[in-house]
């Protein structure tokens, strides 16, 4: 599918024609897994990661009302907030140099030279660093000038709406939806554009994951809906934000040696991980249809 979404710069200059314009995998695959270790359950995996290389998963999802509430306003500078490895700042880099917007990423902590490929790629597609110490970084600091702000990990009520239209994409009938749960925007989403009688499950990759519940049901009320047919689990953070254990690693080693899928560790390895904990403590009924969403 090709998306068109009216570019400030392109519009202003009249750079090069194909600027807001991309390809884009949608809807994204789903596809079942057959694993014994599931027993009765069905799994099907909604293979976001597949929807663009430079826009994966959620990331799309998220920015796509964003972009179009940023050229509608306007604006030709977005500026969002992330920590050095953060998978936000590198796709908004990205759907900046695609879209024609310039972008400015606010860096928690200092310039460390090299930079990581997570940096490099930004600074790649154009983003301007602007490094903030982790005190100032709380606050989330906006340099002198006039952007469009995204938020930390892009959760906000435009990327609820975005999330939503996911769940709207699945046409298999399914009992519960899962994600992984970093600010809660994904999560919002899925839980508001579900089929009726479904459930959403997110599983929190922070540690005390706990106020994620507040800031789920904070985003769905800014978005405009509610809905109560969700829950995050949150023991399954294995130490923490991108913090590893070897059950965690020796998962995501097997299921790519299984299925072909390469889970990341910090996200959907612990989705998956969790979700084959509960389902061998018999957490899920045999006959219960699960889709996960590899989200990027
Ligand atoms: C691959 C991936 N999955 C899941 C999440 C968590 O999504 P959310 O922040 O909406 O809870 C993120 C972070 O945004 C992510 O990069």
């Known amino acids: 599918m090709q998306i068109l979404i009216p570019c400030h710069r392109a519009k202003k200059t009249g750079a090069a024609a194909n600027l807001g314009r991309v390809e884009l995998l949608l809807p994204s695959p789903l596809v079942e897994i057959a694993d014994e270790r599931l027993g009765g359950v069905r799994l099907l995996l909604k293979r976001d990661d597949l929807i663009h290389p430079e826009l994966p998963g959620n990331k799309w ?7 179009e509430a940023a050229a509608s306003q306007g604006h030709d ?8 490895y953060s998978n936000h700042i590198r796709a908004t880099a990205a759907a900046g140099h695609r879209f024609g917007f310039g972008t400015v990423g606010v860096i928690r902590g200092e310039e460390h030279l ?46 609820v709406r975005g999330c939503a239209e996911l769940a709207a994409e699945i046409t298999e009938p399914y009992d519960v939806l899962c994600c992984p749960v970093g600010t809660g925007g994904t999560l919002a989403g899925l839980a508001l554009g579900l089929r009726a009688g479904a459930r959403a499950m997110g599983f929190s990759v922070l540690k005390g994951g706990g106020f ?28 923490g934000y991108a913090r ?7 998962f995501v080693a097997d ?6 899928v390469r889970l990341d560790p910090v ?28 989200t990027g």
């Open 212 to 239: 994620l519940r507040d800031e789920v049901a904070r985003l769905q009320r800014e978005h405009g809906g509610e809905s109560s047919a969700w829950a995050v689990r949150t023991e399954f953070h294995f130490g």
């Open 114 to 159: 090299p930079l990581n490929p997570v940096l490099a790629f930004a600074v790649s597609r154009g983003m301007r660093l602007e490094y903030v110490s982790r005190t100032a970084y709380r606050d989330k600091p906006v340099p002198p000038g006039r952007f469009y702000v995204l938020p930390e990990g892009g959760s906000n009520a435009l990327a």
């Open 61 to 67: 999802r998220k920015l796509k009302y964003n972009l």
């Open 77 to 84: 500078t977005l500026l969002t907030f992330g920590g050095a």
């Open 244 to 250: 590893r254990t070897p059950e965690l690693d020796a």
């Open 255 to 260: 299921f790519a040696a299984r299925h072909g």
């Open 267 to 294: 996200y959907t390895g612990k989705m998956l991980c969790g979700l084959y904990t509960m389902v061998r403590r018999g957490c899920f009924p045999p006959g219960t249809r699960i889709v996960a969403v590899i």
